[in-house]
Structure formats: C-alpha cells, structure tokens
C-alpha cells in the first residue's frame, strides 16, 4: 500500500516536472525562415525576409521560362497514352518516389491502363543528392529536371515548366494531363475509366476551393501585398496536390501565363489567375481525398481518384487495400 502510494507520487512528480519543462521550452519554429529582429529597418525588406520575394521585382512569366533541363528522357511523350501524371517531387525524396513505381506507378499498372508518369525535379545544390538523381534516371528513366533550386517558393515555376513540357513535347500523343505530388496514391482505373466515358475539352478538375482571402501578414510564407495582388478573394482555385486537365487546357493556361506576372503561390496561380483568365471554370470533384489519410482506414476507397497526405509505406500498403476491395 505505502509503496504504491510513494510509486504513484514518484510518477506524480515526473509528470509536473514534465509539465513545468514543456511550458518553459519554447516550441521550434516550424520554418526555417530567418527570424525577424527588431533593427531589420523598412517595411519593405522586413515583407521580403518573411517570403523571399521582392513583390516590386516579380515579372511576367515568360521572363522565368528559359530555363533549360538538365535531365529530360529523350522517350519522353514519344509513345501515345490517354493520360500523362506528372508527379512532382523533390530531389530528396528517394522514398517517395520508389514506393511509387512500387505501387500505383508501377510500369504494369501504367501499361494496363494507358497512362504515362514522370517525375518532375528542380535542381539541388548538394552534389551527393545530385549524383544520387542522376543515378536514379539512368536506371528508371523516369525523372525529369529542370535547372532551378527546388525550394517552395519557385514551385509556380516548376508548375509552369510542367505546362511548358507539356506543350512542347505532348500535344500529340497525350489527351490529358494530371499533376499530382508525390505524397499522392492515384487511382489509375477510376482515372482513365472516367476519362475514356466522353471527351471532355475544357476538363480542369480537382478539389475545389471557394473565394479564399489573401494572407496580408508580412510575416507569413503565404503573404501577399495588396498592391501585388488588389483583389479581397482569390478566385476558386483547386488544391495543389492533385489537379486534372484536357491537353486543351494546358495549352491555354500556358499561353495566358506567358503574359501573367509570376505569382508565387501555385495553386492559386495555375488553376485560379491563370484558369479565370482563360476563362476555364475550374470543377470541384468529391472523388480528390484531401486533408490526410483519416477517410482511408473507414471507407473502401476503389470508388476515389486521388488521396493525399501518403507516407511512403502508406502508399504501398493502400494500394495493395486498393486493388483487393
Ligand atoms: C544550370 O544553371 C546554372 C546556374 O544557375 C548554370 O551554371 C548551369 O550551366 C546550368 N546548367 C544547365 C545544364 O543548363
Ligand atoms: C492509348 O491512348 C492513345 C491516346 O488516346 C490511343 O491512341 C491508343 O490507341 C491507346 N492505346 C491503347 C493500347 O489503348
Ligand atoms: C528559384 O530558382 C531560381 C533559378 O534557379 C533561383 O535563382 C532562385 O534562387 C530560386 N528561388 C529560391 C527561393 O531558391
């Protein structure tokens, strides 16, 4: 009895003094960004620090599109497919990537369903990691990329680089295109069936979302000035982790963004700015999970597209639940 009770003040102990610590250290910052100290002077500098951009330099989009490849598979579009994913991907995600061609990517899965894939990279400045993506082309042939920093802020960029690709090289033997990132299980068959059912010239679909308000807090990655961008709302944009398009609307995103002053978060700028423009309703669709993985362990999922917020065993584990229920 005597020793249960000095067990459990023990442990009481512990738990306030672990209480009492978590309360005095503070939290790490989620970002990296550098913080901001009291002598940074104009408000000017201070809004650049917080995103990286200075808003009075940014320019039309055709001034950020010469940018050449330093790896693109020379079969790249070269065999007809009713669809064409682009996955985007960064550099260090090895594991993603390989738990992709295991699982949804995988050369059956695309060959059964008449699709292609291919990996979209931006460069890194760590030459291990570099060497590393060379390798990983050669031996998959499977990667293209492009020859800017991979970095959060220039994914517009590598966005618009996907739609320029696109429409160089795919006009002929694509029908449609898919971007996804590479935390995404795609549904190939409900996909293509989908797609094969009709066809559908002004198709831009994904997960729909309704007149957000631009972020005016200078101290967020997100901010936007309101001389950059005057509007309250945004215009409804689809969610950046997975969007579907016609060849027909890549093509006119990618004329109309030509002339668009760069807009640096992408999703509001590819599906929302650059879609309104070229006056393309972008269409929500019920079947792009979002939001994590909560739905999946509930629900049979053969009935959905697309679902995000996968780990890379996640990925494979589903996609076998996939092709069972
Ligand atoms: C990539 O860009 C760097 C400068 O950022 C340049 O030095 C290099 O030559 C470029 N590589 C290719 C293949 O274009
Ligand atoms: C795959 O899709 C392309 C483009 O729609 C089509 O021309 C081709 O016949 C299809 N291939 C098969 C095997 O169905
Ligand atoms: C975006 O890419 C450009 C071109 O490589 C580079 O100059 C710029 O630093 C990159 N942005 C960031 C935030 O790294």
């Not at 220039?154 to 090289?169: F, Q």
């Not at 599906?271 to 309703?281: D, F, H, P, V």
Request: hydrophobic fraction near 40%; include cysteine.
């Amino acid at each position: 009895m005597k020793l249960t009770y000095r067990f459990l003040c023990a442990v009481n102990i512990l738990y306030l003094t672990y209480l009492i610590s978590i309360f005095f250290t503070k939290t790490p910052k989620e970002t990296s960004l550098p913080v901001l100290t009291e002598n940074v002077r104009p408000t000017t500098q201070v809004r650049e620090i917080a995103t990286g951009l200075d808003f009075t330099s940014i320019k039309k989009s055709k001034y950020y599109m010469n940018v050449p490849h330093r790896i693109l598979p020379k079969h790249f579009c070269r065999q007809r497919s009713i669809l064409l994913v682009m996955v985007h991907s960064q550099p260090a995600n090895k594991l993603a990537r390989a738990s992709i061609r295991r699982s949804w990517g995988s050369s059956e899965n695309r060959q059964k369903n008449n699709v292609s894939m291919f990996f979209l990279l931006g460069y890194t400045p760590n030459s291990h990691l570099q060497e590393y993506v060379a390798g990983e082309s050669a031996q998959f042939g499977d990667i293209i990329q492009v020859n800017f920093t991979d970095c959060f802020r220039n994914a517009t960029l590598k966005s618009l680089m996907m739609l320029k690709l696109a429409n160089l090289h795919c006009k002929d033997s694509v029908q449609y295109l898919l971007k996804v990132e590479d935390d995404v299980l795609v549904n190939l068959r409900n996909i293509v069936e989908m797609l094969g059912r009709d066809h559908y010239a002004q198709l831009l679909i994904g997960r729909l979302l309704f007149r957000k308000t631009p972020v005016r807090d200078p101290g967020s990655v997100w901010y936007v000035p309101d001389n950059f961008y005057p509007g309250k709302v945004y215009p409804n944009y689809l969610e950046s982790f997975a969007y579907l398009m016609s060849m027909e609307v890549a093509r006119k995103l990618y004329e109309v963004a030509l002339e668009q002053v760069m807009f640096h978060i992408e999703d509001v700028f590819i599906t929302g700015i650059l879609a309104k423009e070229a006056k393309i309703s972008p269409q929500h669709s019920a079947l792009f999970l979002g939001g994590g993985n909560k739905h999946l362990m509930s629900k049979c999922i053969k009935h959905y597209f697309v679902f995000t917020g996968m780990s890379a065993s996640q990925m494979i584990s589903q996609d076998f639940f996939l092709s069972r229920c």
